[in-house]
């Protein structure tokens, strides 16, 4: 099949929408095509700002509009589940932000819709299309830093008192933000399964997490310790320890260099990650080429292993105490 331009239909105009638009922008084989807010203002605001050529005032609208090839969906986590279901209904193709849903529960379910009405699916976890995934399976796969045994990762922001953050109802926390990304660096790398897991939080005063730390003890031996924090300034570094050396990842979120190091910590060489738009183009340009080839998932992060790290966060959220509306009443998910 000829793979044409790809019309993205935005649904959202925060900064992570914007952030899809420029991307988009900057790609000569997708479009941002169309944007979709619950506010007509605020559509046809966006659609001047960046240049896209229609604007829904719904995000129904947006959804209906025969010429929209994927619906890329940027609202907060709390709202992924109402709208990624009316599109999957409608037969659209859907890109849906990290995290891809509140909790599990909804997740298996969008995750059956999709397969039952044959339709493309996809978690928008940007570090898991960036060429840095390959740079570090490849190095690890040609025992540079020997047998890995350990994993640290840290990503935190100091994101003050925002809703998203703190609201039950927006599915606030730093693990379903910041967490997933630490969470997933992991699993990018080691996917074993994870035979222990623990972890501690720290909340807010409206009960949400603000720093947490998870240990992970995986199948094959490897031990990784990861934190994140919606309340401070994080070094935001991952590290991948071997018997024989270690790499060390300048930014779990958006990696740029990958040092390798001996076994005695000695500086072997910086591995820089080819320049980009913003990170995002490679999520994009995944999703056209296997639309393309009418696949229902991309290889990069596919549908079970959306739902492993959901299930992963259920778990984690059930021993903390930290709840969310839409979570059942038994807190299983």
Not at 115 to 125: C, K, P, S, T
Not at 126 to 131: L, N
Request: net charge neutral; proline share 4%; with cysteine.
């Amino acid at each position: 099949m000829e793979v044409k331009k790809m019309r993205v239909g935005i649904i959202g105009t925060g900064w992570i929408a914007e952030k899809a638009a420029i991307t988009l922008n900057g790609l000569s084989d997708c479009e941002a095509y169309a944007v979709g807010s619950r506010s007509q203002e605020k559509a046809d605001g966006f659609a001047k700002k960046w240049g896209v050529r229609k604007a829904y005032g719904s995000y129904e609208d947006l959804i209906a509009d025969a010429d929209v090839d994927l619906v890329y969906v940027g609202t907060p986590h709390s709202h992924h589940y109402d709208v990624t279901r009316k599109a999957l209904l409608a037969r659209k193709p859907c890109l849906v932000e990290k995290a891809f849903m509140a909790n599990s529960a909804q997740a298996e379910e969008i995750v059956r819709l999709a397969r039952q009405q044959g339709v493309f699916l996809a978690e928008a976890i940007w570090t898991r299309y960036q060429p840095a995934v390959k740079i570090i399976r490849d190095l690890i796969a040609e025992g540079r830093i020997g047998v890995p045994r350990l994993v640290t990762a840290t990503l935190g922001y100091s994101m003050g008192e925002k809703p998203r953050i703190m609201r039950p109802e927006l599915c606030g926390g730093a693990l379903l933000d910041l967490g997933v990304y630490a969470l997933n660096f992991v699993r990018m790398f080691f996917p074993s399964d994870i035979v222990s897991m623990e972890g501690q939080c720290v909340k807010s005063a409206t009960g949400m997490d603000l720093t947490n730390a998870v240990s992970l003890v995986l199948a094959d031996g490897v031990l990784a310790n990861v934190q994140s924090s919606a309340a401070c300034v994080g070094d935001n570094i991952g590290v991948i320890a071997g018997t024989d050396g270690n790499l060390i990842i300048d930014n779990i979120n958006n990696p740029q260099r990958i040092t390798v190091n001996t076994h005695d910590r000695e500086f072997v060489e910086e591995i820089r990650v080819p320049r980009q738009i913003t990170g995002y183009e490679y999520q994009f340009l995944v999703c056209r080429d296997a639309i393309a080839k009418g696949l229902l998932e991309p290889q990069e992060m596919p549908h079970a292993e959306i739902l492993y790290v959901m299930r992963l966060m259920d778990d984690l959220r059930k021993k903390w105490g930290v709840r969310y509306p839409m979570d059942s009443v038994d807190g299983k998910s």
